[in-house]
Nanobody, 113 residues
């Protein structure tokens, strides 16, 4: 099992980024997937999660209306579209598998200035 994130970078406040999480060794379809983040000096925060079609995605209050989680089953990839970015979104973002995460990606840095 492997999760590989990409798409992070530096952006000005108000900008957008799309994070990708390419999965291998299992199928994301029907699998609980989530994005976590850790800002400097802070603990881990669940940003968003997605399970199955028909079950509403979860979003942290701090990102509701700005972030969208999605999944492309054909590409076995999970995405996090981040719009209207704020400085407080600056963090290392991780893609994880499972409600109790058993696999983590290496993380991708998002810096908003």
């Amino acid at each position: 099992v492997q999760l590989v994130e990409s798409g992070g970078g530096s952006v000005q406040a108000g900008g957008s980024l799309r994070l990708s999480c390419a999965a291998s060794g299992f199928t994301v379809r029907g699998t609980f997937m989530a994005w976590f983040r850790q800002a400097p000096g802070k603990g881990l925060e669940t940003v968003s999660s997605l399970y199955s079609v028909g079950i509403n995605a979860y979003y942290a209050d701090s990102v509701k209306g700005r972030f969208t989680i999605s999944r492309d089953n054909a590409k076995n990839t999970v995405y996090l579209q981040m719009n209207s970015l704020k400085s407080e979104d600056t963090a290392l973002y991780y893609c994880v598998r499972g409600r109790v995460p058993d696999y983590w990606g290496q993380g991708t840095q998002v810096t908003v200035s």
